[in-house]
């Protein structure tokens, strides 16, 4: 079945680094565009960050731009997103999404919940 | 910041109708699909609605969407306890060259 499954969370210092990963399963997954998405503890959803099909095109929240970098292995069907300079409002759950033709998400992952305390 | 606006709360007994609102602007709504997402305590969000008023395969079609200008609607009827979650607009932003969600709207069945 279509999935998307992400790795990578835990609990990291304030300025240390993280790389989250996202394997998919079930689609052709070097057709499709990426994002992720995070969620903070009892609050809203927030977009990050997109990547086009085949990496060309990548967009990011002004929150984390210049800290969060953003790419994907189309041979491993894998996403990641490598997130330095880690804060602690950057606590959330980070979800791997599939975006549609017309920015659309219609496949999200479980989540992986990333915490940044000293 | 979230800038597409949405009610925190609307609330209504089962059976009945709720509608939820989302405003936004020329640069978003006005000029792009508006997508919803329902979720459930503890749960990755759900496509619940795309291209404004398309239902995703598996979604009764008890919800329903609709844009106008620079708002979109979602409409929830036969309302019932296993509706109790969290629902989210959201769209592209073509000004930010973001996605923006809505602040997100809880619904409970009374």
């Known amino acids: 079945q279509v999935q998307l499954v992400e790795s990578g969370g835990g609990v990291v210092q304030p300025g240390e680094s993280l790389r989250l990963s996202c394997a998919a399963s079930?689609?052709?997954?070097?057709?499709?565009?990426m994002h992720w998405v995070r969620q903070a503890p009892g609050k809203g959803l927030g977009w990050m960050v997109f990547?086009?099909?085949?990496?060309?095109?990548?967009y990011y929240a002004d929150s984390v731009k210049g800290r969060f970098t953003i790419s994907r292995d189309n041979s491993k069907n894998t996403l990641y997103l490598q997130m330095n300079s880690l804060r602690a409002e950057d606590t959330a759950v980070y979800y791997c999404v599939r975006g549609t033709t017309s920015d659309a998400f219609d496949i999200w992952g479980q989540g992986t919940m990333v915490t940044v305390s000293s | 910041q979230s800038i597409l606006t949405q009610p925190p709360s609307v609330s209504a007994a089962p059976g009945q109708k709720v509608t939820i609102s989302c405003s936004g602007s020329s640069s978003n709504i006005g000029n792009n699909y508006v997508s919803w997402y329902q979720q459930l305590p503890g749960t990755a969000p759900k496509l619940l609605i795309y291209d404004n008023n398309k239902r995703p395969s598996g979604i009764p079609d008890r919800f329903s969407g609709s844009k106008s200008g620079t708002s979109a609607t979602l409409g929830i009827t036969g309302l019932q306890t296993g509706d109790e979650a969290d629902y989210y607009c959201g769209t592209w932003d073509n000004s930010l060259t973001a996605y923006v969600f809505g602040t997100g709207t809880k619904v409970a069945v009374l």
């Open positions: 990547i086009s099909y085949d990496g060309s095109n990548k």
């Open positions: 079930g689609f052709t997954f070097r057709t499709y565009a």
